[in-house]
C-alpha cells in the first residue's frame, strides 16, 4: 500500500510539474517581444558574443534564439518547482492538522482491542 500511494504521488508530482511548468512558459513567452528595447539588446548582445566565438550572422542568431529559449525554459522549470513546492508544503500543513482528529488509541471501559 505504501509503495503504491508513493507511485501516485510521484505521478501527481510529474504530472502538476510539466503543466506547470507549460503554464508558466506560455506567461513568459507573453512579456517577450521582438519589438521589446530589453529583448532587442540582448538578443544583439550574444550574437555578437557568438559571432566572436566563430560562425555565420546567421548561425549566430540562430544560437541566441536557442539559449533565449533556454533561459526561458530555465526560468519556467524554476516557477513551477516553486509553485509545487509550495503546493506539497500546504499539503503537509493540512495533512499535519487532520492528525489532531485521529484516535490515539485510547479506549472507554477497559484495554486495547486486539
Not at 521589446?36 to 546567421?58: F, I, K, Q, Y
Not at 536557442?66 to 495533512?95: H, I, P, T, Y
Amino acid at each position: 500500500m505504501r509503495q503504491l500511494g508513493g507511485s501516485v504521488g510521484i505521478a501527481l508530482t510529474s504530472t502538476f510539474l510539466s503543466h506547470y511548468t507549460a503554464e508558466s512558459r506560455s506567461a513568459l513567452v507573453t512579456h517577450l517581444s521582438p519589438e521589446s528595447d530589453s529583448v532587442r539588446e540582448w538578443l544583439t548582445g550574444v550574437t555578437l558574443g557568438a559571432m566572436r566565438s566563430g560562425g555565420s550572422l546567421e548561425e549566430a542568431r540562430h544560437k541566441a534564439d536557442g539559449l533565449l529559449a533556454m533561459v526561458v525554459e530555465r526560468q519556467a522549470s524554476m516557477l513551477a518547482f516553486d509553485r509545487l513546492f509550495l503546493m506539497m508544503g500546504l499539503a503537509l500543513l493540512f495533512g499535519s492538522l487532520l492528525l489532531l482528529f485521529f484516535r490515539t488509541g485510547r479506549t472507554v471501559g477497559g484495554s486495547i482491542a486486539h
